[in-house]
């Protein structure tokens, strides 16, 4: 199933996003939890694409293990970090061979130790040339990523658009935005892509909280705002994981269910693994 074509169905997308484990008992412990959400009857799921070696190709193998053991529809994250074109299409052909039909392109985010993203030589500076090139030799369903709150480097919101739109004008089908806490920011990112000429769907990416030092940390690293009212009721109960992922559950709920009702093509789940939170917002939402 091409994820493009979920949107027509006129009802929310839902999705779940991992990563890769760093070894093969993780895989299986993932997988099992996997083939648990199964029967949630998410859309799709989607396994991001580490910095290097064999983590990619464990991404490789889950998703084609996904898409052929549990029958769900996967979708790949590729990235162009430390890649030239000719290995991309090496893994875009192993992913087709596998029969995946959905690929996140992305450029990807400086490796471990380095301040900024450097393109390989014969490799590609931004997303927006992967999804062209995967669009002119395979015929994958594309999806490319999107910033509500504006990507951390590049803080001009009207600059970071017309760097979107020539992603998108190079073949995506749909986006999926950078986690977010405060639905104004996602409503307000959209009136702005409509009124820039994009069309695709935007599915809003949610992470539930469960863990305030964990979030402070990757809000801090992909420039989103934890908003104040949100960061003290966390703040409060920092000390009990229960309260804590009470707190996080409603919050997420909260935003979906907003989200939802005001047009919202769909929600991807960030769920670093633990279905846990995700599954209780995702119970709730279809309460
Ligand atoms: C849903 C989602 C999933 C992700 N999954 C992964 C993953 O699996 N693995 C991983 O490593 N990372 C992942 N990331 C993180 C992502 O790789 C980083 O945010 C990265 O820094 C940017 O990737 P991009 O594809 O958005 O890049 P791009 O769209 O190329 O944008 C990167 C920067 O370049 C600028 N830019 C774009 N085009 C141009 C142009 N033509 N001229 C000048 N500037 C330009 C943009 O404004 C932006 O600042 C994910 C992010 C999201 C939102």
């Known amino acids: 199933m091409r994820i493009r074509d979920l949107f027509d169905l006129g009802r929310p997308v839902f999705s779940f996003e991992f990563f890769p484990p760093k070894d093969d008992s993780g895989v299986d ?9 199964r029967r949630l009857r998410p859309d799709f799921v989607s396994v991001t694409y580490g910095a290097g070696g064999s983590t990619r190709d464990r991404t490789i193998a889950l998703v084609s293990r996904i898409q052929r053991e549990i029958g769900l529809t996967a979708m790949a994250h590729l990235t162009c970090v430390g890649h030239t074109k000719e290995e991309l299409a090496a893994v875009a052909q192993t992913l087709h061979d ?35 090139f995967l669009e002119e030799n395979f015929d994958f369903c594309v999806g490319g990523a999107c910033y509500p709150e504006t990507h951390v480097e590049c803080r001009d919101h009207a600059l970071d658009l017309a760097h979107l739109k020539i992603k998108v004008d190079a073949g995506v089908d749909f986006l999926v935005t950078q986690l977010f806490f405060d639905n104004a920011d996602y409503f ?24 305030l030092e964990q979030i402070q940390r990757f809000t801090k690293m992909c420039g989103a705002k934890l908003p104040e009212p949100l960061l003290k009721r966390l703040e409060r109960c920092a000390g009990d994981p229960v309260e804590v992922f009470r707190v996080g559950c409603d919050h997420a709920t909260a935003q979906a269910r907003e989200l939802l009702d005001r047009g919202a093509p769909g929600v991807h789940f960030y769920t670093l693994n633990r279905s846990t939170a995700t599954r209780e917002v995702y119970k709730r939402l279809l309460e």
């Open 29 to 37: 412990a993932l997988f099992g939890r996997i083939q648990e959400l």
């Open 98 to 132: 596998a029969g995946v039909r959905n690929v996140l392109a992305l450029r990807g985010d400086p490796p471990k130790g380095e301040s900024a993203f450097r393109a390989v030589e014969g490799g590609f500076r931004y997303a927006s040339e992967l999804v062209g």
């Open 188 to 211: 307000r990112f959209v009136d702005s892509a409509r009124a820039a000429g994009i069309t695709v769907p935007i599915v809003p990416g949610l992470m539930p909280v469960t863990n």
